[in-house]
């Protein structure tokens, strides 16, 4: 029974799950390799693009002809060479239809076939198709034996192997596939730069890639672009095959008028959709993301034109550009894999050098079967001119066997030592043929063809020859593809690499006016706008102000603790101004028991050669320095110690140094003021300072700089800001006591 249900199955065999299932994998991944995700290196194109091409070749739709139905085209791919899906034959015309996806397209198209907003094609029975120029290079000689050919898969037609490829394909519009364990991404190249280095290779063939990337600079997208990759990273990934290459758009300001511009990207990189694009833009500018970009409009007609509004005229172009690189496809990194196939159909990642020697070879190839193809053309024919020569010379004869023989063809070969090619031919020669002029045509016809044949014969010999032969056939399609045509001219743009622009953060936030609001229990808030009267300000039941600043959400707060460290918050972090804000304790890390003793908003120098602005630390023992402003900015929460505090010792006061201030004036516990030029204070960057003011009791209290000429200013509660011009007799030395303050000085103690 098991013999019989054996013999009925077939043969079968017990193996392992695991080797047959990988048996069959590696099967499936040779074949996805092979047929169907690289490119073969010679022609630049996968079994689909090649069988397409064929296809309409075979339906005589060379760029002189007609235009017929993408539908009857593919209904051939895929009745005859491809038996694939019809949206997949057809997805793979439209693409080599794109001007803006192939540098070079191959394939002429008539109807909508799509655009650079990624709207789809029309359906393949409204759109008509004919081959372009450049696909009809690529087939040049396929009826030459230039190539071989093998059966259809239904076996009923035959396909070529590879075309024969006059035009370099694989690097002038690139490929991209993915196959299983490997994959390939190659970019667009142009075809004047790829000529010129082919030449260099045929008279230098030892040729090294860093010179021909002297020739081939890079990519060559046909969407332009500005390609900003640096030179020695292009010739590192040309020189291994495997890289990346960084492409930005090209974009330009237009000037408005009273100062004002707008930028027009006139070019976008590569395979990236418009319209995305401008969408993602939106969706930053609508989430705050990108604050100094006001409107981002589409103005495109069939060029590339989008407008970018930048919040005002002082927003700086370059950075708003810088910016919109970073968050957008409006630079990108493409690919750069160079894995094909070669001659073997052996899959490899190949270098520049490499894929041009193969491109050169498969020439010398296609040249020399050509060559013997013609040569083989010729000796037929020359075989039958001669013995139209003969018959020319035996006319006579010719005719008295031809009317007295029943089969004269053995008869005239025996007689006039004739080939079996050259009785038929004479048998078959009409009557007009016999006269003076066609004797004469066939004399001319024979002498050049010898001529040619005898150029060949020594053309097949000579390999300098053929190697000539091939440079003067680039050297035309370098000039047909010239930078003076519209096709043929470099749309990249070889940038140089952009220098790092720093951004500073306050860039990327909207600028709008607060009120920074804190109390004396440690709340702060801040509020929408110059608030002008703090009086009007409300905190909690219990609670009362302590300092309130206006400030822009791109200002960052300097707040210094009792502890004597700074801490810095950018105002954009600060809790809005609705309720009573949140504690600064859970800000920054302000340990218990200490409080914030000054607030500032910090001022950068405005620009190179500007005197930074300076501060005055003093602690309740009375000693303290300056120390400038950009030495006190901390970059953790936990801020930055700037005055060293003894046991038992706290920070009790803080304060600008004014513009042209000249002296100190210091104020403690007991009232008693004390003005020294500030002249007599070090400038640290961290330290205890030096004895300001001395006390029997209580200690220092505040700190204010001033113009001893311009005398003491102070706020005094509801009389507001009141002065004392004369201030001679509270000058003194650094450290001594002091004096009372003036009649009717602030009854708080404090400047």
Known sequence: MAKAARAASGDIRDTRFADALGERYLAYAISTIMARSLPDVRDGLKPVHRRLLYAMRRLKLDPASGFKKCAR?????????????????????????????????????????????????????YTEARLTEVAWLLMEGIDEDAVDFRATYDGEDSEPLVLPARFPNLLANGAAGIAVGMATSIPPHNVG?????????????????????????????????????????????????????????????????????????????????????????????????????????????????????????????????????????????????????????????????????????????VLKRRSRHRLAKIELRLEILEGLRIAYRN???????????????????????????????????????????????????????????????????????????????????????????????RRTEIGEPPTAIVVPLEAMIEKEPITIVASEKGWIRAQRGHVANFEELKYKEGDNGKFALHAETTD????????????????DKLPGGR??????????????????????????????????????????????????????IAQTRNGKQVLNLAAGEAAAAACVVGDDADHLAVLGQNRKLLIFPLADLPVMARGRGVILQRYKKGGLVDVTTLKAKEGLSWRSGQQGVRSEPDIKRWIGKRAQAGLMVPKGFARANRF
């Open 73 to 125: 085209v593919v209904g051939d791919v895929i009745g005859k060479y491809h038996p694939h899906g019809d949206a997949a034959v057809y997805d793979t015309l439209v693409r080599l239809a794109q001007d803006f996806a192939q540098r070079y397209p191959l394939v002429d198209g008539q109807g909508n076939f799509g655009n650079i907003d990624g709207d789809n094609a029309a359906a393949m029975r």
């Open 193 to 365: 730069e790829l000529a010129d280095a082919l030449l260099h290779l045929i008279k230098f063939p030892n040729a090294q890639v860093g010179k021909l990337v002297s020739l081939v600079p890079g990519p060559d997208f046909p969407t332009g672009g500005v390609l900003v990759e640096p030179r020695q990273s292009i010739v590192e990934a040309y020189r291994t095959g495997r890289g990346s290459f960084r492409l930005r758009a090209r974009w330009e300001i237009e000037k408005l008028g009273h100062g004002q511009y707008q930028i027009a990207v006139t070019e976008i990189p590569y395979q990236v959709q418009k319209s995305r694009l401008i969408e993602k833009i939106a969706e930053l500018v609508i989430a705050r993301k990108l604050p100094i970009l006001a409107d981002v409009r589409d103005e495109s007609t069939e060029a590339v034109r989008i407008v970018l509004e930048p919040k005002s005229r002082a927003v700086d172009a370059e950075m708003l550009m810088e910016q919109l690189f970073r968050q957008t496809e409006l630079e990108v990194r493409v690919a750069l894999n160079l894995n094909v196939l070669d001659a073997r159909n052996t899959p490899g990642v190949m270098n520049l050098r490499d894929a041009l020697k193969a491109f050169l070879e498969h020439r010398m190839e």
């Open 395 to 489: 006319l006579d004869r010719i005719i008295r066997i031809i009317r007295s023989e029943d089969e004269p063809k053995p008869k005239l070969m025996k007689t006039l030592k004739l080939t079996d090619v050259q009785a038929e031919a004479i048998l078959n020669m009409r009557l007009r043929q016999l006269r003076k002029l066609e004797e004469k045509e066939i004399e001319k016809e024979h002498a050049e063809l010898t001529a040619e044949a005898a150029t060949l014969r020594g053309m097949l010999k000579d390999q300098k020859r053929r190697w000539k032969a091939i440079a003067a056939d680039i050297a035309d399609i370098r000039k047909q593809f010239s930078a003076k045509t519209p096709l043929g001219r």
């Open 556 to 571: 960052k707060l300097l707040v210094f603790a009792s502890n004597g460290r700074f801490y810095t918050i950018g105002c």
């Open 579 to 632: 309720g009573h804000g949140e504690p600064l304790r859970l800000m920054i890390d302000l340990a218990e028991g200490h409080d914030a003793v000054a607030m500032f908003i910090h001022k950068p120098a405005n620009g190179p050669g500007q005197p930074p602005r300076k501060l005055v630390v003093a602690s309740d023992k009375g000693r303290g320095f300056v120390v400038e402003e950009a030495d006190v």
